[in-house]
C-alpha cells in the first residue's frame, strides 16, 4: 500500500537532499519510532530475535515520562492487571497482549537485572533505587539486542514503497520492511509530547479516536469554587463517580483539594471516565455512615460544638468550611441539633455533585486518552490492517490504564506482542479477530 503524502519539513532544500540520500539509505528489519517504555522494550526484544532495529526518538534527553514516574520510582505495573483496568472504545482489544505478557513477566526482567522493587497500596509496584533503574535496564536490554539507537534524530518523511518504508531524517535515509509507532500521546508536551503518531495513523488510512487529556486534574469556575479554595490543600479518602447507565464508573480514594478545583487520584482516576459538562459524584464520608455517627455521639451525651464532632469525622478545614458554605451555625451544640438536621448534613456529604468546568489540560495530563482507533489493528500483534508492516503500540494506541501501573504495563504488553509478531515475519498480523 502506498502512504500518505508523508510528514515534510519546512525547507525544501532540505527536502531534496534528504530525497537523494534515500538512494544510500540504511536498510534495517524494523524502525521503531519512540524511544519511550514501548518502544525500548519493542525494540530490545526484537532485536534479541535477531532482527536488525533502528530506534529512533527525537527527544534529547532518553525516556524522560519514565524518569518523572511514580515520583521518580516509577509505578512501573501493578500486580492485578486486566481488561477492566482500561478505557478503550473497543474494551476487549487489550485482552491478547495482556494475558500474553503479564506483570510476572516484567518482574522476571527486573531480577535478572537485580533491580529492588516495593509494593504499595492497590497492588502498586515501584523501584526501590529510583526510575533512572528502568531506563538504564532498557537500554542494556537494546544494547543485548544489537538496536541502533538514533538520539536526537527527527523523522521528516515517512511512505511506503515496494513493500518498504522509506523514512527521511536529519541524519539521512532510512529503509525497513516493518515500522512500528511509539511516539505516545499529547500529555506533557514540555516533555517533547506531539501528535506525531496520530498524524502518521492517519496519513496509512487509520481513524483516530479524538485525544484528551486523562489522568488529570479537574477545575471548576470562579462561582463555583468560590468558598471552596480556602481548601486548598486539605486530603481525604472519598468515593468518587461519574457517567450513568453502563458508563457509570466509580473509584474509593484519596482527594485532594486545590485552589482551582480537585486532584489526587480519585479525581485523577475519574477524568479519564469524565467528559465535558457531566457531573461527578463525590462522596465525602469514603463510604461511612457518618449520621449513625452524629446521632450516636448526642445519644451519648456529647456537649461539643456540632462543628468539633464532625471534624473529628472528616478534616478540620473540610468540616468547617462545609457547615459556613451550607448556612449551618457549627457553634450549635450536637445535643441540641435535630436528628433530620443530622441526616440532611451527612446526606450532603456523601452526594456532595459538581460540575467540573474542565481540566488542567495537556500539561498536567499523566497520560493520552483515545489515540490510534483499535478497529484498525489486530489485537494479537498490533498490526495495521491497511498497511502490511506497520505497528502501534502503547500510549498512541486508544488503550488507556487506571492510575497506578497499569499504563506501563499496557506499554510492556502491547511492545511484546508486537515484537513477537515482528520476528515471525511478514504477514503475521494477519489474524481475523
Excluded at 511506503?160 to 500529555?187: C, I, M, N, P, W
Aim: proline share 4%; glycine share 12%; aromatic share 6%.
Amino acid at each position: 500500500m502506498q502512504g500518505g503524502p508523508g510528514i515534510e519539513p519546512a525547507d525544501p532544500q532540505r527536502h531534496a537532499v534528504l530525497t537523494n540520500s534515500a538512494a544510500v539509505a540504511a536498510n534495517f528489519d524494523a524502525v521503531v519510532l519512540g524511544a519511550g517504555a514501548a518502544g525500548l522494550l519493542c525494540a530490545a526484544l526484537a532485536g534479541q530475535r535477531g532482527l536488525r532495529v533502528l530506534l529512533i526518538d527525537h527527544a534529547p534527553k532518553l525516556a524522560e515520562k519514565i524518569r518523572i514516574s511514580g515520583g521518580g520510582r516509577c509505578n512501573f505495573t501493578n500486580r492485578a492487571v486486566g481488561p477492566e483496568n482500561f478505557l478503550s472504545e473497543n474494551p476487549d482489544f487489550c485482552r491478547s497482549a495482556l494475558a500474553r505478557y503479564t506483570p510476572a513477566d516484567f518482574l522476571a526482567l527486573l531480577l535478572r537485572h537485580h533491580i529492588g522493587w516495593h509494593e504499595k497500596h492497590r497492588g502498586q509496584l515501584f523501584c526501590d533505587d529510583g526510575s533512572g533503574r528502568i531506563i538504564d535496564m532498557l537500554q542494556a536490554e537494546c544494547a543485548a539486542g544489537g538496536v541502533t539507537p538514533w538520539q536526537p534524530c527527527v523523522v521528516t518523511t515517512v511512505r511506503h514503497d515496494g513493500g518498504k518504508f522509506v523514512l527521511e531524517t536529519d541524519r539521512g535515509g532510512v529503509q525497513a520492511r516493518a515500522l512500528v509507532v511509539a511516539t505516545g500521546g499529547l500529555s506533557i508536551p514540555a516533555l517533547g509530547a506531539t501528535d506525531f503518531g496520530h498524524r502518521l495513523a492517519r496519513q496509512f488510512g487509520h481513524r483516530v479516536v479524538e485525544p484528551r487529556p486523562a489522568l488529570v486534574p479537574l477545575v471548576f469556575d470562579a462561582a463555583t469554587w468560590q468558598g471552596l479554595a480556602a481548601l486548598a490543600g486539605v486530603a481525604l479518602e472519598v468515593v468518587i463517580e461519574t457517567g450513568t447507565g453502563r458508563r457509570r464508573i466509580r473509584f474509593l480514594e484519596d482527594l485532594l483539594f486545590t485552589h482551582r478545583g480537585l486532584s489526587g487520584p480519585a479525581v485523577l482516576q475519574i477524568s479519564t471516565y469524565w467528559r465535558p459538562g457531566a457531573a461527578i459524584r463525590i462522596d465525602l464520608t469514603g463510604g461511612h455512615d457518618l449520621a449513625a455517627s452524629l446521632l450516636a455521639a448526642k445519644q451519648a451525651g456529647s456537649r461539643r460544638q456540632l462543628v468539633t464532632e464532625l471534624a473529628s469525622l472528616l478534616p478540620q478545614r473540610l468540616a468547617t468550611t462545609w457547615l459556613a458554605t451550607g448556612g449551618v451555625d457549627g457553634t450549635a451544640p450536637l445535643s441540641q441539633c435535630r436528628d433530620r438536621d443530622l441526616h440532611a448534613l451527612a446526606q450532603r456529604l456523601r452526594a456532595w455533585t459538581v460540575t467540573p468546568s474542565g481540566t488542567e489540560g495537556w500539561r498536567k495530563a499523566e497520560v493520552t486518552a483515545g489515540g490510534v482507533d483499535t478497529r484498525d489493528l489486530h489485537s494479537q500483534s498490533l498490526a495495521s490492517r491497511h498497511c502490511q508492516g506497520l505497528y502501534f503500540i502503547g500510549e498512541v494506541v486508544d488503550v488507556t490504564g487506571w492510575l497506578g501501573g497499569y499504563n506501563f504495563q499496557w506499554a510492556w504488553a502491547s511492545a511484546a506482542a508486537c515484537a513477537t509478531a515482528l520476528a515471525a515475519g511478514p504477514g503475521s498480523g494477519s489474524e481475523t479477530r
